[in-house]
């Protein structure tokens, strides 16, 4: 920053030599005082000191701003992710789970350019592919042909880059009239496999317009397909890149690949007075210098208001997640039932601590002095409307089991209840009605993992997933039917049951995580309540990635 320009009364050294230079006659030759040239140099130093200061502060304000701009941002985007996922992961479970091409497009038509209902669709294509030794075969198309489809070999060439099933795969194909990114994830089952392949359009100008009501107008931005800000990368941007000024980032990660947000201020984002402050004290001199000290004390309250809001907005977050956390557990039981001859144990264990409220759930129904009627269950995503579907189905489940409803007529009505394509959620369940005296136990699935029986026999710890006839998961399809399976069980046995959180691993095919769990209980020597914290931390560690409920039958005779 220059010095300040010099104040009127510079001139008066250049006057006083004038009249030093013909003094009067009669008259003393007079000099300024030395404290009017102190409080002169004093003033000077103050006004440019304050200059300097206002504009640091001012330099890093705007940093300050900007940086919490781009982490909002970067938030506002990263929550984008998962509607991107989310319709490729649902197709693969729904396959996966023995549904149809048909409930495949029922659910994602909507989501789809060319569907009845796309008001504002998210792919202009979309087909599911099963992978055979002969190549990859589709079984469902919606949309237009897929751009990697018109070569051969490059949807084959694609889908080999899928990292591991439920990782999704992705590709840009940024050139051309029709620039799009192309997306893939592969499904969980070992055979057959499905791939669920997906094309986001991306505007052909890669342009974009920021309404003049969003939160950052402020703010010219790019977002790019990788990590490095190339021309070839650019998907989309509100004013051409690169720019030549002060500019934020972040990388959202976004499946295999990653996305790169770039922004500008395009304005002052703490208003347009700020840069003037330094220009306003050095004009107005000394005059202004307690100006300049209330506008800086102004600036740092300022600022110090600003992270007082954002410790507030934290506290409040906190709470919201305190609270959701409570209606999580008061939506489980607060006790189980006491059977004679049947011990029961169960466990919640919430995922990571910074996402939202979960939908899995567990449930133990006593029907009469020695019958029973348990569930556990797993509603797709998280949030409030997770939880809600994963109440109504619950206590309908407890509803149904009161009335004496069978375990197949009581799944056979929650098809009802929800619906994925209105309600956007799915639900896996197992239900179970046990004859403790007679150690029966009749089990139904809708989608949801096998229990896993543990016994004791010839001396030795034995454990085996009892093998359901899985149905679709409720929400899927209204006309499916659930066959139940009847098991006798030996004495003192053991009935686990569980949701996915318990086996799953991202990059790893689910027979390896049902192996561990079965490996890990022969292992344990302890049975009842500290029996499934050590199977959780056997499983998990101190780090669970998504929730998990554990059900425990034990039989005591």
């Known amino acids: 920053m220059g010095q300040p ?4 009364d510079a001139t008066l050294p250049a006057a006083a030599g004038v009249l030093d230079a013909a003094p009067p006659a009669g008259a003393t030759a007079r000099h300024l005082h030395t404290a009017s040239v102190i409080v002169a140099i004093a003033g000077v130093v103050i006004v440019g000191a304050l200059a300097w200061v206002t504009g640091v502060v001012n330099s ?27 319709p490729l992961e649902t197709a693969v479970a729904v396959m996966d789970a023995g549904g149809s091409p048909a409930d495949v497009a029922r659910y994602l038509a909507p989501e789809v350019g060319t569907g009845t209902n796309a008001q504002h669709p998210l792919f202009d294509s979309f087909s599911v592919w099963r992978e055979t030794a002969g190549g990859a075969r589709e079984v469902l198309a919606l949309g237009r042909q897929p751009a990697l489809a018109t070569e051969p070999g490059r949807l084959a060439s694609f889908f080999a880059t899928i990292d591991a099933p439920r990782s999704m795969a992705v590709k840009g194909i940024l050139t051309g009239p029709h620039p799009q990114i192309a997306v893939a994830e592969e499904g969980v089952g070992t055979s057959p496999r499905y791939v669920a392949y997906g094309e986001l359009p991306i505007s052909p100008s890669h342009r974009a317009t920021a309404p003049t009501t969003s939160a950052f107008q402020n703010l010219s931005d790019a977002i790019y397909l990788g990590k490095r800000p190339t021309a070839r990368a650019l998907l989309t941007a509100t004013t051409p890149f690169p720019s030549t000024g002060v500019t934020g980032s972040a990388v959202i990660p976004f499946g295999q690949s990653s996305l ?28 202004l210098v307690v100006g300049a000290v209330l506008a800086t004390e102004w600036l740092a309250r300022r600022r110090r208001l600003a992270e007082r809001l954002a410790q507030e907005n934290h506290r409040l977050y906190s709470e919201q997640r305190t609270i959701a956390q409570s209606l999580q557990q008061a939506l489980l039981p607060q006790a189980l039932p006491t059977v004679e001859g049947l011990a029961l144990a169960a466990r ?5 601590p910074t996402a939202d409220i979960g939908g899995d759930w567990y449930d133990v129904i006593r029907c009469g002095e020695r019958h029973l009627v348990f569930t556990v269950g797993d509603v797709s995503g998280h949030g409030i409307p ?26 056979g009505k929650l098809t009802s209840l929800l619906d ?11 239900l179970g009605q046990l004859d403790v005296s007679r150690r029966e136990a009749t089990l139904v699935s809708a989608g949801h993992l096998p229990p896993l029986l543990v016994w004791d026999g010839g001396g030795e710890r034995k454990a085996m997933f009892i093998e359901t006839r899985s149905g679709s998961p409720i929400g ?24 996915d959180g318990l086996v799953e691993r991202c990059g790893e095919h689910l027979d390896v995580g049902l192996e561990r769990l079965r490996q890990t209980v022969i292992g344990l020597d302890d049975t009842g309540s500290d029996t499934l914290d050590e199977v959780v931390r056997a499983l998990t560690g101190d780090d669970a990635r998504d929730d998990i409920a554990l059900l425990e039958l034990r039989w005591t005779s």
Do not use: C, K
């Open 348 to 352: 919640y264990v919430p995922g990571d």
């Open 476 to 499: 899927v399809s209204r006309t499916d039917s659930y066959d139940p399976v009847t098991v006798s069980l030996p004495p003192r046995a053991r009935l686990l049951a569980y949701t």
């Open 420 to 430: 994925i394509a209105r309600d956007g959620h799915f639900a896996t369940v197992l």
């Open 60 to 86: 890093h304000t705007q940093a300050h701003l900007l940086g919490v701009q781009t982490r909002d941002a970067a938030l506002v985007l990263g929550e984008v992710v998962p509607t991107v996922e989310q």
């Open 386 to 411: 997770a939880a809600n579907a994963m109440a109504s189905l619950h206590f309908a489940i407890r509803a149904y089991a009161a009335q004496g409803d069978s375990a197949p007529t009581i799944l």
């Open 5 to 8: 320009p010099p104040s009127s």
């Open 260 to 287: 790169l947000f770039v922004d500008s201020p395009t304005a002052p984002l703490g208003g347009g007075v700020l840069p003037l402050l330094p220009w306003i004290i050095a004009v107005t001199g000394t005059m």
